[in-house]
Structure formats: structure tokens, C-alpha cells
């Protein structure tokens, strides 16, 4: 099976040209401005079109699994199609949670039968299983989980001698949700004593405060200095936490050791400010700061203190999400829009296109050791998202492809559509529809 991919503006490191990409067999096989002459048994046309590495997400829930009233494989991964992103990695927190061996093989095996969209999935350190990481098989995972204050329950790590035994044990990439519980629990009983047992989602951000993050992220970023483990900051939240990192640039960065930062979609595009409009939709932990903080997050896109942008998609139904503080589920879908938020992002001036594409697709790969994936490359995976500017269209309940059926996007009109997707070579995605009958592949890692 021989495709081209002709006549659109090829985003790949760095660059912006007019191009063409040969597919064979799923892979690309090659990237040139010439007009190939051999011919195809598919031909594309993207012209007037952008055409990118599909979107690697590093940091996802699809909540299998255990919670599949929420979301699952199938659901999320048809909404990841959908919205150009062609890899995930899938975290810890289902039920039961991947903290041991056999619940990662049980979901390696559920994605290989309704996974639409390549997959990976972290394994969750815990208090109690930090002996169990030297058997973990890095070939195929992207890393471990680690959540430094959450609400999470048992997978919280939260003893000091655990988490040095973590950051010393852990020779794969180390993601850590940094927040600070006791300082969060503090906060949290002096809101409720001034508002009673709900406080309002608009103090989310008081309780769920920059200190919590900043005391979290310092002693994560000191410990991963101590025993040299390769952290990767998840969902970096606040202007303060910026400081602490140093960019990650290729050009003279070993990853083996670097220190590296997620921001996500949610916190680039929202403030605080916007839970008067959307009230505890965008609750999320951590919450969505000022609107400085995100005009720095924004600043750190380009300077690379952030290092990928990802979603933290985490559907929750819509009845799960009503109330306040501490009634309203932290955590909302994102992973469909992801991509033409940040093209909008891109229009208006924030980074440039080819800065987006090493965020969210060069980046992933470099950082977690992709294999054959995230660039368009001669002997990589055809994983291709095409997209078109100038064509607006309205996010509706009817166009939301989440199980939970809505969207903090709802109502947004967006100029940049995703025209078609491929996945290994295969279009999963065009012209509205899903092609259910594409399944993804596991990803592989060369973490050295
Ligand atoms: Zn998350």
C-alpha cells in the first residue's frame, strides 16, 4: 500500500515548506519538495492544508480500567483521532490502579483490542512498590507515575523515605504531580470554616494555591538533583515554579539526567478568572492560576522551561462535576481540542507553528524515547494529522466525541479544523467520521 500526502505545508523541525510525504506500508518513506513519479495507490491532497506529526500526549486518563462510566479505550481514543493526536500515554489512577505488573499487561490488553489510537501506559509508584520498579520493562512504558500530593488516595507518596527510595530507584523518566497536601488541607479547612463544607470553585485557586505547587515542585526538583533521576514535572501551573527550571534545548541537552516540564492546554487557555463563566468545569488539580501565571506559562512555551504540552484529559460526568471545592470532581476532557487550541494559540501570536510541533510532537518522543515516532522523517511511522486554517466551526454537544459528552470548549468557534488523521499509515480519522475498523499499536521506548 503506497500513499502520498500531497502539496501541503510540511511542519517538521523547525521548518515550514511545501511538500509532499510517500507512505509505504505505514511508513513515510520519504519527505521531499519534488513530485514523486511513482504512483500510489492512495493520493491526498492537502493543499491549503498544514500537515504535521500526529500529536504525542503524554499525559492522559481514560479511566480504564475500573471507571469506564466516565470514559474509556474506545471512547477517548476515537476523540483523540479526532482531534490529530495519534499517541498517548495513559496514566495510573483506574481501578485498580497500574501499580503492579499484572494490572499494566491488563491494560496493554485491553488497548490492543479498542485502542484507536497508538498507546503506552505509566506504571504508578506508591508508598509501598518501589522495589517492584527494576522489574518494570522500560522497552515499553514511557515511565513512572508519581503523585506528590494529590487526592488520589493510596497512590499519594507521601513519606519522605519513600520518595527518596523512588527517586533513587527510578532509572525511567520520573513524572510527578507536584502539590503540597498539607499545605492544601490547611487551606482547605480555613475556607471551609469562612463558607462552610463547599466553598465556591472561584477559591479553587487560593486552596489548591501556588504555594502547595511551589513547595511540591522544590522538593521534587532537589531530589531529582540528589540522585540524578530524570524528572519530568507534570502540569507546571504557576510563574514561580518556572524558576526553578532551566530550558531544555537540543542542541546541548543529554535528556539522562535533565530536569523537564509539562504545561497543559487547560492552564495555557483558561484563568481563574474564567470559573465565573464555567464555573467547576475547569476545576482541575492543580487548579488554573492568574492571569500572569498564564502569560508566563505562555512565555516558557518558547524559552523551553516548558518542554511538551499535554492535555491531563480527565472526563468526568457532568453530575460528578457539580458543587464546589469540595464537592466538584478535579479534572476535564480536553485531548479533542488539544491541537486546534494551541493552532489558535498559534494565530494569535503566542509561539509559532513549528514551536507547537516540537512541544507536542518532537518533544514527547525526544524526552520519553519514542521510538519511529513524532517527526516526519524518512523511516519513522506515518502517525500524520493534517489541518486546515481558516475553516471555522463550533464545538457542540453533537461534535464531542468523550463518553462524558461535554466539553469545557463548548460554544467556542475555532478557525483551525482537523481535516484527517493517519495512524501507521492508516487514515483513522477524515472528514468528520472515525474509522472504528483502525486499531493503534503499543508504543516502544529506548529509554538509554
Ligand atoms: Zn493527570
Known amino acids: 500500500m503506497k500513499i502520498l500526502i500531497k502539496g501541503g505545508y510540511i511542519v517538521n523541525e523547525g521548518r515550514v515548506f511545501n511538500g509532499n510525504i510517500v507512505i509505504e506500508d505505514g511508513n513515510i518513506i520519504e ?28 499525559h492522559v486518563h481514560f479511566r480504564e480500567p475500573g471507571l469506564t462510566a466516565k470514559a474509556d479505550i474506545e471512547s477517548e481514543s476515537r476523540a483523540a483521532a479526532a482531534g490529530g493526536v495519534t499517541s498517548y500515554f495513559d496514566m495510573p489512577n483506574c481501578a485498580p490502579q497500574t501499580t503492579t505488573v499484572e494490572a499494566l499487561e491488563e491494560k496493554y490488553a485491553l488497548a490492543a483490542k479498542k485502542s484507536h489510537v497508538n498507546y503506552a501506559f505509566f506504571y504508578g509508584v506508591t508508598n509501598d512498590n518501589a522495589e ?50 498539607d499545605i492544601i488541607n490547611r487551606n482547605m479547612a480555613n475556607a471551609q470554616e469562612a463558607w462552610g463544607e463547599d466553598p465556591p470553585v472561584a477559591l479553587h485557586a487560593m486552596i489548591r494555591s501556588e504555594e502547595a505547587c511551589l513547595s511540591s515542585t522544590q522538593k521534587a526538583v532537589a531530589l531529582a538533583k540528589k540522585y540524578g533521576t530524570r524528572l519530568h514535572v507534570a502540569h507546571i501551573s504557576t510563574a514561580e515554579e518556572l524558576e526553578m527550571l532551566s530550558p ?4 546541548h541537552d543529554s535528556i539522562a539526567t535533565k530536569i523537564t516540564a509539562e504545561a497543559c492546554v487547560g492552564h495555557l487557555f483558561f484563568t481563574q478568572l474564567d470559573h465565573e463563566r464555567l464555573g467547576s468545569r475547569i476545576k482541575v488539580n492543580p487548579s488554573i492560576k ?75 518522543a525526544r524526552l520519553f524515547g519514542v521510538e519511529h515516532r513524532g517527526f516526519l522523517r524518512k523511516g519513522c511511522r506515518a502517525d500524520i494529522v493534517i489541518v486546515r486554517p481558516k475553516s471555522p466551526w463550533t464545538v457542540t454537544r453533537d461534535n464531542i466525541l468523550s463518553k462524558c459528552g461535554w ?33 493503534g499499536v503499543a508504543i516502544t521506548f529506548n529509554h538509554s
Open 132 to 181: 517492584s520498579l527494576s522489574k518494570l520493562d522500560g522497552h515499553r512504558i514511557p515511565g513512572v507515575k508519581l503523585f506528590m500530593g494529590s487526592s488520589t488516595g493510596n497512590m499519594l507518596v507521601d513519606k519522605q523515605e519513600a520518595l527518596e527510595r523512588v527517586f533513587k530507584n527510578c532509572k525511567l523518566p520520573l513524572m510527578a504531580h507536584c502539590e503540597d497536601t
Open 31 to 58: 519527505v521531499t519538495k519534488q513530485q514523486p513519479e511513482a504512483s500510489f495507490d492512495e493520493t491526498i491532497d492537502a493543499s491549503g492544508c498544514y500537515v504535521l506529526p500526529g500529536v504525542i500526549d503524554d
Open 248 to 251: 531544555y534545548s537540543t542542541d
Open 290 to 364: 492568574t492571569p500572569v501565571d498564564q502569560y508566563m506559562l505562555r512565555q516558557a512555551l518558547t524559552d523551553g522551561r516548558i518542554a511538551v504540552i499535554g492535555t491531563d484529559h480527565a472526563p468526568h460526568l457532568l453530575a460528578q462535576k457539580e458543587g464546589g471545592c469540595a464537592k466538584a470532581a478535579s479534572g476535564m476532557p480536553m485531548i479533542q481540542f488539544s491541537l486546534v487550541t494551541m493552532l489558535e494559540l498559534v494565530d494569535e501570536g503566542v509561539l509559532t507553528i513549528a514551536r507547537m510541533v516540537e512541544l507536542m510532537c518532537h518533544n514527547p
Open 407 to 439: 466539553s469545557p470548549m463548548e460554544g467556542h468557534e475555532y478557525q483551525w479544523k482537523v481535516e484527517r488523521t493517519l495512524c501507521n499509515g492508516q487514515t483513522v480519522y477524515a472528514n468528520g467520521a472515525i474509522d472504528a475498523n483502525v486499531i
